[in-house]
């Protein structure tokens, strides 16, 4: 669901631009798009909001973040850096954001392979 007031610059909206729900899971999300690449900058009130929904919503809070020419990345608001007035999602962050798929496991929707294969060798098999 995209929230209707995404871009419009409402600053009293008490939730983020994109919410999430599959199979119990909540996943809330701000989204940003850059031309090129580089560190992005998240103003604190809409970090604050993030936080907040996810929070009272029982889900997880990310940065979602499209460059052009390339996929779209999450990052979890946990690797974000506190500037003082703004938050700031790190080149390295960035270069370390999960991919859809990779989300779909964070959530607990999707099992990842590693997962798997130590399920079966505590099994025994």
């Avoid at 119990?24 to 009130?45: L, N, P, Q, T």
């Avoid at 919503?57 to 979602?64: D, L, S, V």
């Avoid at 962050?93 to 294969?117: H, K, N």
Wanted: charged residues 30%.
């Amino acid at each position: 669901m995209r929230a209707p007031a995404s871009g419009a610059k409402i600053k009293k909206a008490k939730y983020p631009d994109v919410v999430a729900i599959k199979k119990g899971r909540i996943a809330a999300f701000e989204v940003k798009s850059r031309s090129k690449e580089g560190a992005v900058y998240v103003d604190r009130e809409q970090v604050e909001k993030l936080l907040n929904f996810a929070e009272r919503a029982g889900g997880r809070a990310y940065i979602a973040i499209r460059i052009s020419g390339r996929s779209w990345v999450f990052v979890p608001v946990s690797k974000l850096e506190y500037t003082g007035s703004s938050y700031k999602v790190s080149r390295e962050a960035i270069g370390e954001g999960m991919t859809i798929e990779q989300l779909e496991v964070d959530l607990g929707l999707v099992e990842s392979l590693d997962r798997y294969v130590k399920k079966e060798q505590k099994n025994g098999v």
